[in-house]
């Protein structure tokens, strides 16, 4: 059974820095591109990042030069650095599996990231 | 960057048709994803590559794509279909690359 566990969201100060990791089983992460997927409270779904098979990497603007995404084969594992953080990266994200022409099609959780003073 | 347009709402009574239309530049050209979103969960594909449902989405979502206009279409809408709905495309030829619509709320009536 595919299954994408995220953790390491929280509340943190504008500035200040998180490390989300997303957990997975059932798949390889390596051998497929994964994505972060963020939604600010009511709001809708916005990409964040993609990492590809090959391990290119891509970010939205609003985030580029301050989030980092990678992974740790050994771990099967996903992350997402984020430094700098403001107000407006408040949301929840998710990590999610993207079969590209075949969609995105497992989801994690969601792990709720708040950036406040 | 690309751009998915979507209307904010669309209202139907139980047992009737839903369509949500997600507007492109030339979006035909491309495969478009459809998703749907309850409240308090994640996304749940429900229609990938234009037209094909994943295994375990009922029959009566379906999809279409043409020209500048991708539809998602949902047959004897039930009352569980109340959700928000939105369409994705893959858009490789920019740096972003994944691309969401701006998402529809679905009422059933």
Not at chain 1, 44 to 67: M, N, P, Q
Not at chain 2, 37 to 65: C, H, M, T, W
Request: proline share 4%.
């Amino acid at each position: 059974e595919v299954q994408l566990v995220e953790s390491g969201g929280g509340l943190v100060q504008p500035g200040g820095s998180l490390r989300l990791s997303c957990a997975a089983s059932g798949f390889t992460v390596s051998s497929n591109y994964m994505s972060w997927v963020r939604q600010a409270p009511g709001k809708g779904l916005e990409w964040v990042s993609v990492i590809y098979s090959g391990g290119s990497t891509y970010y939205a603007d609003s985030v580029k030069g301050r989030f980092t995404i990678s992974r740790d084969n050994s771990k099967n594992t996903l992350y997402l650095q984020m430094n700098s953080l403001r107000a407006e990266d408040t949301a929840v994200y998710y990590c999610a599996r993207d079969g590209k022409v075949d969609g995105i099609d497992y989801w994690g959780q969601g792990t709720l990231v708040t950036v406040s003073s | 960057s690309y751009v998915l347009t979507q209307p904010p709402s669309v209202s139907v009574a139980p047992g009737q048709t839903a369509r949500i239309t997600c507007g492109g530049n030339n979006i035909g050209s491309k495969s478009v994803h459809w998703y749907q979103q309850k409240p308090g969960q994640a996304p749940v594909l429900v229609v990938y590559d234009d037209s094909d449902r994943p295994s375990g989405i009922p029959e009566r979502f379906s999809g279409s794509n043409s020209g500048n206009t991708a539809t998602l279409t949902i047959s004897r809408v039930e009352a569980g279909d109340e959700a928000d709905y939105y369409c994705q495309v893959w858009d490789s030829s920019s740096d972003h690359h994944v691309v969401f619509g701006g998402g529809t709320k679905l009422t059933v009536l």
